[in-house]
């Protein structure tokens, strides 16, 4: 991980780990029993292993390689690494999640395992831990690839994925001690709000400057998408978590937006959260790895340009389809069903031009499976949207919300979409970066691809019934007008799907632990590939490292 | 002045409607511009050989 780094530059990785440890140190001091003093510890902590993991690389000998001759791909590998890690951690919650919610009991009375505190692992997990990690990993690979220029910064890089993962372990572990600032996908405290958006603007100057040398004249269309998921993403999350810390040495902070307007602006948020992490990144990666799998280029380029503008402009608008009938105002809920309709163009637009690719294609899609993860996930793209548009309208939302109607179409987008096209483009490139032929097993990415699919399958159909089943028992009336069912009666209603939501999460889960295991099998035992012609040859063995006159 | 909701869907029905308009259309223009589709078709190509290697 260091050997690549310049002598000034694993100068400036030490000088950036003593900088935390003492950042580390005095939220220790000042917040000590609070838990903002347990977060400092773990600041501490880290920055300590960041530490010896440099010191023990400063008086190695530097890098022999010329720069210019090859990508940097080592904080990709590293990001994909962490990124699989999250997903085997991430669902394996959310398998427990759905195992409380059938079996109460596997609470296992301790606070900490409470539904409260480990759903927010299960989402954060997921979405940052193993979402924004796939991402970051692939940006770099497709911001050097479609530029034709390596990462401008060796540190940088670093800085981002590790940042960024102690900003998940904050997050994770803040919500077990139970810390929260009551916001969905916003659920960590302000010192943690503060790091990520030092760790997002350093992302995002590095990838315009990687961007700034360029060879091309023109930005490919995936680039655009992961810049309008950092850009968006950095405003949505400064605006959403403005708040005013209680005191300096302790977690607790209130939101700068009081009533109606700190939902509208959560809502605001939380919908762009959808729009543009989980959607806008990952139709980077399928404009990027889909074409370049099928080895076909994407059908219309130029609507992709098109669906992309209309994607950045619709969404911003459509936040308060969450929060329909409520004191909202009527207007302002009518702006956003609106919208929401409206994006069902551009969405489609996009799953139709990545079909459309494939269409010619078909007989890869059958035999490779890879293919497939990304075919599947574009069909999913498409059926969440169209489901999204339709809950969207007022007279749907009020019976699909609240219910588990909203929780199907969320895993249908979730694992349907993001978990897929992210397990398509894993396979497409662990063996490229890692030069090996193949993965190391193709019947075990056969075995995911279906575990994946009956998996989410399973999941959507359960809480589809589920949700219909629980929003109609709420709203029946009897002849006397008074409600006909209770509250308990539905829960009973819905306990076989519930079971049944467990067993598909569990297929899914599976999926991910063989996806981990391949990986690593891969890396360490699949036979290399050497490159025989225009490959990035590692110029440690193009140039000796010692001079010949030596 | 205050920011009421009779202003506020003024704006929303006179200058929403037409930037958002005007952008559409502005969009459009560009991306359906005959002499950039060369560009374009060579951008939608470029991906498929790309691992030769950073040019700087
Ligand atoms: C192993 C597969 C998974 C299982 C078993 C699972 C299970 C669950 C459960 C039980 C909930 C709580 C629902 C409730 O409160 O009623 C939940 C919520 C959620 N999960 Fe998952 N999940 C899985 C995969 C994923 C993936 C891959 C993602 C995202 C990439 C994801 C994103 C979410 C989100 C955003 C919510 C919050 C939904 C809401 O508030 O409406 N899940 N999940
Ligand atoms: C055209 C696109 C989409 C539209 C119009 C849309 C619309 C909606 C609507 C109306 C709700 C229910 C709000 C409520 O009743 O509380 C919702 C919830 C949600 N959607 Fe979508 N959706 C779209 C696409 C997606 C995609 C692709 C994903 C995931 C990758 C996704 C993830 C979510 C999540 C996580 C929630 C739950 C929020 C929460 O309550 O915690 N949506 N969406």
Redesign the interface.
Known sequence: MMERLTGAERQIALMICVVMAIVGLVMAAAGHSDPLGIHGAIVLVAAAIMTCFVLRAIGEPEPAEDRTNSYYDDPTKAGLVIALFWAVVGMGMGVWVAAQLAWPDLRFDAAWSSFGRIRPVHTSGVIFGFGGNALIATSYHVMQRTSRARLAGHVSPWFVLLGFNLFCIIAASGYLIGVTQSKEYAEPEWYADIWLVIVWVVYFVLYIRTLARRNEPHIYVANWYYLAFILVVAILHIVNNLAVPASLTGAKSYSAFAGVQDAMTQWWYGHNAVAFFLTAGFLGMLYYFLPKRAERPIYSYRLSILSFWGIVFFYIWAGSHHLHYTALPQWVQTLGMTFSVMLLVPSWASAGNALMTLNGAWHKVRDDATLRFMMVAAVFYGLSTFEGSFMAVRAVNSLSHYTDWTVGHVHAGAMGWVALITFGSIYSVVPLLWKRETMYSWKLVEWHFWLALSGTVIYVFAMWNSGIIQGLMWRTYTESGTLAYSFTDTLVAMHPYYVARACGGALFLTGAILAAYNVYMTIRHAPEKHPERDYPTSSEAAEPAVPAAE | MDLT?DLT?VI?KSFGLFY?IA??VG??I???WPSLGK??????????D???????
């Open positions: 909701h869907s929303a958002l952008l559409s969009i459009t560009y991306a359906y560009r374009f078709d060579k951008a939608a190509n470029s991906i498929l790309d691992e030769d290697g950073p040019c700087r």
